[in-house]
């Protein structure tokens, strides 16, 4: 009896080993069953080559007469040959008078445009349109006579300023005959963009850019001259940016006719540019000029940039690393969950970013990969048709 006991008793041990050992195997297992997924998804990357450099535009100075002399153009804006650009005032008293006479005149007209409520609502509406839309478009040249309008139209009371009507038209003829003789008026010598930024390198021309090396054209821009000016006009359209570069990026450039130059930085915007020249090796760095016939009126007034050159445009579908996978005969392939497989679907990689690589849309290559499509980037024992998810 006592021996039947004992194999019972040994029988059950076993028994429950068994079922712990079976169970560890299970647990162990599930731990290290893995399954994750990622949508794919349509991603562009850009290859570019830092850069940092100089604008040179052909233009000239206007000389400063050492009166107070105020630009009656705004900056960037385009100018005739002949036409007024500045006014020159021989003393400060002469520069009050100007300004009470542009108020006045301003206020009068504003008046007499006024004299029906009906046209003075209309008015007081323009006024604010007005106002609002040259602040939206950062056009402040006439942000001051706006500024006067909103005051006149709005917060002064019209009634009061329409009995002072004649006493202004009054006061401005006063004026007026004081300042005969008080000013003069200042013209372009010939036409241009006009600028108000004097900086003392207005005298380097874009012929001096011609094979310079980076060492010389930062010494070129390291000293500016001493002129001074009541402002500048650009007399040529087309602009230069000699840019510094690091040699190996600049000498693919060589035999390219233009690329997208992104500048940023007091600048930001992207041109399309004409490559000029690719200077020779410096060290690791050479000149590259860069030269363009667009937006000369918004780089009128600058001078030392940074841009980023656009050397290439890469579009594909985003695979995360861990996805790919690579055959005995060398090919690179990703699986994709079809329904409740996986499907094996070779690809062809474009470029690399961070973690994950780019590679060519299915819809270029014949196969399956798209925008939206779902990639498997881990499981345990994968291969082609296996039931999956």
Not at 72 to 92: C, D, L, M, N, P
């Amino acid at each position: 009896m006592k021996r039947s006991d004992f194999y019972i008793r040994l029988t059950t041990a076993v028994l429950f080993i068994a079922v712990v050992f079976y169970i560890g195997i299970y647990l162990y297992n599930s731990a290290l069953t893995t399954y994750e997924t990622t949508s794919a998804i349509r991603y562009t990357v850009e290859q570019t080559f830092p850069a940092r450099g100089f604008i040179v535009r052909t233009e000239t100075v206007l000389a400063d007469s050492g009166f107070v002399v105020l630009p009656i153009v705004g900056e960037g804006e385009k100018v005739a040959s002949g036409q007024a650009i500045a006014v020159e005032y021989t003393t400060t008293s002469a520069l009050e008078m100007a300004s009470e006479i542009r108020a006045l005149r301003l206020m009068i007209a504003q008046l007499e445009a006024s004299s029906s409520p009906a046209s003075a609502e209309a008015a007081r509406l323009k006024t604010v349109l007005d106002l609002s839309k040259a602040i939206q478009h950062g056009d402040f040249n006439k942000l001051d006579e706006l500024s006067l309008t909103v005051e006149s139209t709005i917060f002064s009371s019209n009634s009061t300023l329409v009995e002072d009507l004649p006493n202004m038209k009054a006061r401005l003829e006063t004026l007026e005959a004081r300042a005969a003789g008080a000013s003069t008026t200042i013209h372009a010598r010939q036409s241009g963009t006009f600028s108000q930024v004097v900086d003392g390198f207005e005298y380097i021309k874009p012929s001096a850019l011609e094979e310079i090396s980076p060492s010389e054209l930062m010494s070129l821009f390291d000293a500016p001259s001493r002129i001074t000016g009541i402002g500048k006009l650009v007399t040529e359209f087309k602009w230069y940016y000699a840019a510094i570069m690091d040699a190996d990026d600049a000498m693919r450039l060589a035999a390219l006719r233009s690329i997208t130059v992104q500048f940023s930085g007091a600048y930001v915007a992207s041109l399309e540019m004409q490559i000029e020249n690719v200077g020779s090796r410096d060290g690791d760095e050479c000149v590259v000029l860069f030269s363009s016939d667009r937006s000369v009126h918004e780089i009128a007034p600058l001078r030392n940039l940074n841009a980023d050159i656009v050397f290439s445009i890469v579009s594909g579908i985003r695979v995360p690393k861990e996805a790919l996978h690579l055959d005995d005969d060398g090919k690179t392939f990703i699986y994709l969950q079809t329904g409740a497989r996986a499907e094996r679907v070779d690809v062809e990689i474009l470029a690399e970013t961070g973690d994950s690589y780019l590679v060519r849309d299915g819809a270029e290559t014949g196969t399956p990969l798209r925008a939206g499509s779902t990639i498997i980037v881990k499981a345990n024992n994968l291969f082609d048709g296996k039931i999956v998810g």
